[in-house]
C-alpha cells in the first residue's frame, strides 16, 4: 500500500517508515520539515492547519493520495509545552488526520494514542495488575486527555463508517539506544518509574507495531497497549508491586521482571511480540 506516515521524523515515525518499507509499502513522511531521507519522501505539512493535511491526502503532483494513514505527528510527551498548547496541538492534528482520510477516501488509519491514558502517574493506584485495555480510562493530565479525545472520535467515525479501521496503539515510554544508556537514573531510584509501572517499549517494537497494524485483517476501532516484554529494572515485578503498590489486585501471577502492562491483545488482533529489551544492549 501506499502509506502516509505523518510526524515521520520522530522517534517512532522513523521506526514506522522502515518497518513499512521492508515489508514492500510505499511510504509517504508528513513533517514540519520537508525532505528526502533514504526512500522516504517527506511532505512539508503542519498537521494542525485542515487545510494542509487535506490537501496532502488527496495527493501531490508527483505522488498520489495514500491507501492508509500512520498517524504519529504531535507533542509527544506530557511537560514539552504549556499544557493548553499540547491540548490544541494534539487534539487538532488528530481530528484533521483522522476527518481528512475519511474525507480523502481512506478506509484504515492506525495512530498513537498512549499508556497514560490508563491513570498515569498513578497517584491513585491502578485498579488491578497487568494493566490490559478492560482498565478504567482514567487520564489525568492535559497529555493523556487528548489521546483519550483521539480514541473517542475514533469510536464514533467508526460508527458513522462501517467500512472504516481505526487502531489505536497505546505505547508505552518509548525507548531507544540512548534512553537505555540513562538507565542508571531509574537503577538508582526505581520509584523514579512508578508512574508508569516501570513500562517501557522498544523504539524497533513500536515501528512493527505500526505496520501489523496496517496489514491486520480488523473493522471498526481497536485499542491496543504496546510494551516490551519486561520491565525497565532489575527487580522483580513482584517485589515492586509488594513495595510500591501493595493493595493492587494481581490478576495472574508475575513472573520474573514480567512487563506490568499486558500487551495479550495486541498479540491476539494484530500479531505483535515484542523482540528488543534493554536487556539485549
Request: hydrophobic fraction near 40%; aromatic fraction near 6%; charged fraction near 20%.
Amino acid at each position: 500500500m501506499r502509506v502516509l506516515v505523518t510526524g515521520s521524523s520522530g522517534k517512532v515515525g522513523k521506526q514506522a517508515a522502515a518497518a513499512l518499507g521492508v515489508a514492500g509499502h510505499e511510504i509517504i513522511g508528513l513533517d514540519r520539515q520537508a525532505g528526502i531521507d533514504g526512500k522516504v519522501r517527506t511532505l512539508a505539512c503542519d498537521c494542525t492547519d485542515f487545510g494542509e493535511v487535506m490537501g496532502a491526502m488527496t495527493g501531490v503532483d508527483t505522488i498520489g493520495s495514500p491507501e492508509a494513514v500512520v498517524h504519529l505527528a504531535g507533542i509527544p510527551a506530557p511537560g514539552l509545552a504549556p499544557d493548553a498548547e499540547i491540548f490544541r496541538t494534539n487534539t487538532l492534528s488528530t481530528y484533521n488526520v483522522f476527518t481528512a482520510a475519511v474525507r480523502a477516501g481512506i478506509r484504515r488509519i492506525v495512530w498513537a494514542s498512549s499508556e497514560t491514558i490508563l491513570g498515569l502517574p498513578f497517584d491513585t493506584p491502578p485498579a488491578f495488575v497487568p494493566l490490559d485495555e478492560t482498565h478504567p480510562d482514567r487520564p489525568e493530565w492535559s497529555y493523556s486527555l487528548t489521546k483519550k479525545l483521539g480514541e473517542t472520535m475514533a469510536d464514533e467515525l467508526v460508527r458513522w463508517h462501517p467500512e472504516l479501521t481505526i487502531v489505536s496503539l497505546r505505547f508505552s515510554n518509548v525507548c531507544d539506544a540512548e534512553d537505555y544508556e540513562k538507565r542508571e537514573q531509574t537503577v538508582a531510584d526505581p520509584a523514579m518509574r512508578k508512574a508508569n509501572l516501570w513500562s517501557y517499549v522498544d523504539a524497533r517494537d513500536t515501528g512493527e507495531a505500526c505496520r501489523l497494524a496496517i496489514e491486520a485483517d480488523l473493522q471498526g476501532h481497536h485499542c491496543l497497549i504496546i510494551a516490551a516484554a519486561d520491565t525497565i529494572v532489575d527487580i522483580p515485578s513482584a517485589a515492586l508491586m509488594a513495595t510500591y503498590f501493595p493493595h493492587v489486585p494481581i490478576k495472574a501471577p508475575l513472573d520474573g521482571f514480567q512487563s506490568l502492562e499486558s500487551s495479550a491483545r495486541a498479540a491476539e488482533r494484530i500479531g505483535y511480540r515484542p523482540q528488543h529489551s534493554w536487556r539485549d544492549q
